[in-house]
């Protein structure tokens, strides 16, 4: 990561939000308020029976996802329900080539991190609402503050497992003597992570000395250390080279052993070791200070950990399903349309009367409405039920729900 500068990686070139930043609610309301009065009370009953049902079914996602976290040696059908999940819950990962961009970048908190990617068996990064973001950041201990616009990430979701022992013994190190546990695994979501911050989000994050830190301690204890040198250090360094040629025979008059004179000898020792001491304490209470804003960082910026990352997402998937659905529910009880139709619409009607810009998931939409009896096709085009049949088919399914204990496969 570079020592200066400021985060700066645009919202250009990143893939547009599939993410709808409306609540349940907000989407219901948003239905009803262009609906005819007579169809809105089953659009509301709609509303709520489609989010009753969608619970029902991710409840069964939900026992399974935590079969597989807590499944050893199936790390690779964890990973590909993970993946599925984010995408449900409209997550869009992160390539490789970004994070190693990120590792470039300058940190918005004024960190240098070392990261070694190749640490890693698996690195999965996967975000959510990407969006630039202003603050002012204080620079030269005060002096200056400075305004710095970046790329802020809502959610981001990791998953990082590290290699096996073999890599690490092959790489020279003793897998006892890790900070880490070769072949574990961590889960974890984070939530407003600046774009160019995202590996200090990795377990293996070590914090490094920036330029300026270098100078800020080098320099005094350059001019520290040569004044020292000329005074305290000079007499018993002199000293010192006097004793070392009397006893190899350099000098036939024996060295003078006063009292006066190990005591400047051992004064100016003392008083070097003790001003090595003094730098070396500066440079880990610099580096302790670092690490304290890495941490202070992370701790904030926590949501969820292990089993509590496959239960937020999840609960983020069913809600984005739910109005997913309602919104092509809607804009289908216009007429008959296509897919293509329908998303197009989705997308305007948002933007209109919402003032949200996204890429609508409408394939997803019509794929669950029509499992759940709620669309039918016509040819290419599909039609939606009307609201109070529709009603009444998801009070059927829920009914069966209750006598049979199963939910409706929706995937």
Not at 18 to 46: F, K, M, N, Y
Not at 143 to 152: I, K, Q, S
Not at 236 to 262: C, H
Request: net charge negative; proline share 4%.
């Amino acid at each position: 990561m570079s020592d200066d500068g400021s985060a700066s990686l645009a919202l250009d070139g990143l893939p547009e939000e599939r993410h709808i930043p409306l609540t349940t609610r907000e989407v219901v309301d948003l239905c009803l308020d262009t609906t005819d009065v007579e169809d809105r009370e089953a659009l509301g009953s709609v509303g709520d029976l489609l989010g009753a049902v969608l619970h029902a079914a991710y409840r069964d996602r939900w026992l399974e996802a935590k079969r597989l976290y807590a499944a050893e040696g199936d790390a690779t059908a964890f990973v590909a329900e993970l993946r599925a999940v984010l995408d449900a819950a409209n997550y869009d990962e992160l390539p490789r080539s970004e994070l190693e961009r990120a590792l470039d970048e300058a940190s918005l908190f004024r960190l240098r991190l070392d990261v070694d990617l190749e640490d890693f068996a698996e690195v999965i990064v996967h975000r959510r609402g990407a969006a630039e973001r202003t603050e002012t950041v204080v620079r030269w201990f005060g002096l200056r503050r400075e305004r710095v616009t970046f790329v802020d990430y809502e959610r981001v979701a990791l998953y990082a497992r590290y290699r096996d022992r073999d890599y690490f013994r092959d790489r020279g190190a003793d897998p006892d003597e890790l900070p880490f546990e070769p072949g574990r695994a961590f889960l974890k979501l984070f939530q407003d992570v600046p774009a160019a911050d995202v590996e200090m989000l990795l377990p293996n994050s070590d914090v490094r000395m920036r330029t300026i830190d270098k100078l800020v301690i080098g320099v005094p204890a350059v001019a520290g250390g040569v004044v020292v040198a000329t005074t305290k250090l000079a007499a018993a360094l002199g000293l010192l080279v006097v004793l070392v040629g009397a006893w190899l025979g350099f000098r036939d008059e024996p060295a003078d052993l006063s009292y006066g004179r190990l005591a400047t000898l051992l004064g100016g020792l003392v008083a070097f070791g003790a001003y090595l001491w003094r730098q070396w304490s500066k440079f880990k209470n610099r580096r302790i200070k670092f690490m304290k804003t890495l941490s202070e960082s992370l701790y904030f910026k926590t949501l969820a950990d292990g089993p509590g990352v496959l239960f937020t997402i999840l609960d983020a998937a069913e809600e984005e399903d739910t109005k997913e659905a309602l919104l092509a529910y809607r804009c289908l009880l216009d007429g008959p349309r296509t897919a293509a139709e329908v998303d197009a619409a989705v997308e305007s009607w948002l933007r209109d009367a919402a003032g949200v810009t996204l890429d609508f998931e409408i394939s997803d939409a019509l794929r669950k409405l029509s499992a759940l009896g709620l669309a039918e096709g016509e040819g290419e085009r599909c039609r939606a039920v009307p609201p109070p049949e529709a009603r009444d088919r998801l009070l059927a399914l829920w009914d069966e729900l209750g006598r049979t204990g199963r939910a409706p496969v929706l995937r």
